[in-house]
């Protein structure tokens, strides 16, 4: 390569300057320049300065549906591709989620989806700014790994119909590149990256079905809901061009999903939904999204078919032993597996990281939980040692926090509302302040929660 970035390879028809200025002044780029640059950013060629202007170009000019499909199959063959057996085709669905707080759907959903006969190869992401990351979580049960090659992953389909696996070498690696760059340059919000990012990795898992969670509001990467729907027009338009049937729900993120936030808790949480229990709030999602991709892959006749499938597997124990077998695949001990699927909470105490110190706030007034900000919960939450604050480093495992009081409950003053698991001597002032700040109780009798399901998206000829 020279001193400007070019490379006199046969992928690029144009210097990596040349590209960045082009669509920095808002013109389109071609296919083949699209494809050079993911080429450069796959075998290193291009600085991560220049990957980084580029990224904030798109991100302020955006890419129309035919560059970001080009963006998506660029990265998507970067790596390997999956390959199934024939008969697995029409039975391969998957989820994916732009990322929330307190949501570990797809732990109970990869397993309850492979409990009504579907395979999924699930590539997941790690914490992006204040959101979890589903790879995270699971790394909170001692050996879960997350690292598998292309060939492990289909044993692991083959032992129990699901696995989650994290990105790699082998797997969309010019993603994982950009993925990492947009946390530390503030494009992350950016429709033609986020929908390349997702479809990507789902194009390489082979998927006859996808449905996405398009998260919108405060603790989103969208606050509003017509930009959610823009993107989420955006994945499904974008899909059926790579031959992808996808779905996207649009769902709201203000408050946590769930009653648990923090990697151990959120296991422990997915595990009492695995058992037939769990937050309704958190049930209803998952029987939703599973029903939807059910329904819109062949598999059930209707949607409420679907959700009732789904639900099904979650109280007769099915999706239970998948998530056991799941386990044991990927690397924990089949004693702590059994122990943890086959116990109450009080017998798996201990086998998940527990924080030292527990401490709980109550309330100051009176009145209706019209809201608990989940915003300010992650950001404390992150500060406590639950997220990264560099690519790579370590998290604990043991923070987190548990609500004692849900969306539409009347309290009285004093009741505890919150308890926060941590490591230290106790909570700073302004932790304790911002905690406190993130209820909101508003005067009035109790009410029912809205669903946070607001809205699906559906592909062009949905099935029914
Ligand atoms: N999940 C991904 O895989 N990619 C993204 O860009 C986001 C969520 I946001």
């Known amino acids: 390569m020279d001193q400007t970035g070019s490379d006199s390879s046969p992928h690029t028809p144009t210097s990596v300057p040349e590209l960045i200025r082009k669509k920095r002044d808002g013109d389109r780029l071609e296919d083949a320049e699209i494809r050079s640059f993911v080429h450069g950013v796959t075998e290193g060629t291009v600085q991560e300065a220049q990957i980084g202007a580029m990224l904030m170009a798109i991100r302020l000019k955006g890419m129309d549906l035919a560059e970001t499909e080009i963006l998506t199959r660029a990265l998507a063959e970067s790596g390997q591709q999956l390959q199934w057996p024939e008969a697995w085709r029409p039975l391969l669905v998957d989820k994916h989620s732009t990322g929330g707080v307190g949501d570990k759907v797809s732990l109970i959903l990869a397993p309850a989806l492979a409990a009504c006969g579907c395979k999924v190869p699930m590539i997941s992401g790690r914490g992006l700014g204040h959101t979890g990351g589903t790879l995270d979580k699971l790394e909170a049960i001692p050996g ?3 690292v598998q090659s292309p060939e492990q992953m289909r044993e692991l389909l083959e032992r129990a119909g699901c696995c989650i696996v994290g990105q790699s070498k082998e797997l969309v690696p010019a993603d994982g590149v950009l993925y990492a760059i947009r946390d530390v340059t503030a494009t992350v919000d950016s429709l033609p990256l986020i929908t390349a990012s997702i479809l990507s990795k789902k194009a390489v898992e082979q998927l006859s079905t996808l449905v996405v969670d398009v998260k919108f509001g405060e603790a989103a990467i969208f606050p509003s809901q017509e930009k959610a729907r823009e993107l989420a027009q955006a994945l499904v338009s974008v899909g059926a061009r790579l031959g992808l049937r996808v779905a ?4 709201s993120m203000d408050s946590p999903l769930g009653c648990c936030v923090g990697h151990g808790l959120e296991v422990e949480e997915a595990l009492r939904c695995l058992e037939g229990g769990g937050p309704p709030d958190l049930r209803d999602l998952i029987t939703q999204l599973g029903g939807s991709l059910l329904w819109l892959n062949g598999q059930a006749p209707t949607l409420a078919r679907g959700v009732a499938q789904v639900g099904e ?5 099915s999706a239970l032993s998948r998530f056991q077998a799941m386990l044991e695949a990927q690397g924990v001990a089949p004693s702590l597996a059994q122990a943890l699927c086959s116990g109450s909470p ?9 924080a030292p110190t527990k401490e709980e706030l109550r309330t100051v007034s009176e009145g209706t939980v019209e809201q608990i900000r989940a915003l300010p ?3 404390v ?4 040692g639950a997220g990264r604050k560099r690519a790579g480093e370590a998290l604990h495992h043991d923070v987190g926090l548990e609500l004692l009081v849900s969306v539409g409950q009347r309290v009285s003053a004093g009741t505890p509302w919150i308890r926060v698991h941590h490591r230290g001597a106790g909570l700073s002032r302004g932790q ?4 406190q700040g993130a209820l909101r109780l508003a005067g009035g009798a109790a009410f029912e929660p809205e669903r946070a399901l607001r809205e699906l998206v559906l592909p062009p000829a949905p099935r029914g």
């Open 144 to 146: 879960f790994s997350v």
């Open 313 to 317: 597997t979650l109280v007769n124990g």
């Open 432 to 435: 304790a302040r911002a905690l």
């Open 381 to 384: 939450l992150h500060e406590l």
């Open 377 to 379: 919960l992650a950001h």
């Open 248 to 251: 996207a729900a649009l769902t």
């Open 346 to 354: 009080a017998q798996r105490q201990g086998l998940l990281p527990t």
